[in-house]
């Protein structure tokens, strides 16, 4: 099973992961009209984020590591950074992962899998990325 080398790493990948979305001529734009603020809770490495829409002057997608955020996110999700890692490579079905208990979600879910097709470009993005920079994560 691929593992995150570090919790730095873990952060690093995400963090990447969230600006190929933001920077996304298409994607980009149309998570900022979704405009859903979602948390994320990574039980295995400890860390939370809060992503939600860019301002005005910002980014389509603004996130921070912490809990310390003047918003309230639509939508809770848990699970591990494995968890995560396979969402981003196009192998884990969020709906599936939820039934099995693997994700754990709260509040607006059905807001949450509205803009999962707004993502599916990031998939084959994220795969180029881990086999370039990060082969011990692929799947």
């Given at each position: 099973?691929?593992?995150?080398?570090?919790?730095?790493?873990?952060?690093?990948?995400?963090?990447?992961?969230?600006?190929?979305?933001?920077?996304?001529?298409?994607?980009?734009?149309?998570?900022?009209?979704?405009?859903?603020?979602?948390?994320?809770?990574?039980?295995?490495?400890?860390?939370?984020?809060?992503?939600?829409?860019?301002?005005?002057?910002?980014?389509?997608?603004?996130?921070?590591?912490?809990?310390?955020?003047?918003?309230?996110?639509?939508?809770?999700?848990?699970?591990?950074?494995?968890?995560?890692?396979?969402?981003?490579?196009?192998?884990?079905?969020?709906?599936?992962?939820?039934?099995?208990?693997?994700?754990?979600?709260?509040?607006?879910?059905?807001?949450?899998?509205?803009?999962?097709?707004?993502?599916k470009p990031l998939f084959s993005r994220y795969r180029?990325?881990?086999?370039?920079?990060?082969?011990?994560?692929?799947?």
């Amino acid at each position: 099973m691929s593992e995150f080398k570090s919790e730095a790493e873990f952060r690093e990948v995400i963090n990447r992961a969230f600006a190929i979305m933001s920077d996304d001529p298409e994607m980009g734009p149309q998570l900022r009209a979704a405009d859903t603020p979602q948390r994320f809770e990574f039980t295995d490495v400890d860390l939370v984020v809060n992503i939600r829409a860019g301002g005005p002057e910002e980014p389509n997608l603004s996130w921070v590591w912490s809990d310390e955020v003047d918003w309230e996110p639509k939508v809770t999700m848990t699970m591990s950074s494995e968890t995560a890692n396979r969402y981003f490579q196009g192998k884990e079905d969020i709906a599936i992962a939820i039934a099995r208990r693997r994700i754990k979600a709260a509040g607006d879910v059905k807001a949450a899998l509205a803009i999962v097709p707004i993502t599916k470009p990031l998939f084959s993005r994220y795969r180029a990325m881990i086999a370039a920079d990060y082969p011990h994560l692929e799947h």
